[in-house]
Nanobody, 125 residues
Framework: QVQLVESGGRLVQPGGSLRVSCAVS????????MAWFRQDPGKEREFVAS????????DYSDSARGRFTISRDDAKNTAYLQMTSLKPEDTAVYYC??????????????????WGQGTQVTVSS
């Protein structure tokens, strides 16, 4: 059974930093492209960042580039999203996703095979 479990979401002040984690089990993590998406109520789920199975290539949305960093620890089967200079508009439920087809560059939710349950990130003073 494949499981993706996000953690680390919380309330943070504007300008602050936060790291969210995604612990993966039940699939071969070392061959999975990992990604982070986010979703506000009433809005579509939007791509934030992805990292290739090798860890050598990453992709970011325009809003994330320069502020967020995606990484992975294959020894722990865990993906991370380090977020800095957080803004109120970053408030959303953050979801991790896995693509097990060894394809990289996907930015649409439908291109990912497995999803976590999400973790709430709220940026507010």
């Amino acid at each position: 059974q494949v499981q993706l479990v996000e953690s680390g979401g919380r309330l943070v002040q504007p300008g602050g930093s936060l790291r969210v984690s995604c612990a993966v089990s039940g699939l071969t993590f070392t061959t999975a492209t990992m990604a982070w998406f986010r979703q506000d109520p009433g809005k579509e789920r939007e791509f934030v960042a992805s990292i290739s199975w090798s860890g050598r290539t990453s992709d970011y949305s325009d809003s994330a580039r320069g502020r967020f960093t995606i990484s992975r620890d294959d020894a722990k089967n865990t993906a991370y999203l380090q977020m800095t200079s957080l803004k109120p508009e970053d408030t959303a439920v953050y979801y991790c996703a896995a693509d097990t087809t060894k394809h990289f560059g996907a930015r649409l939710p439908a291109e990912y095979d497995y999803w976590g349950q999400g973790t709430q990130v709220t940026v507010s003073s």
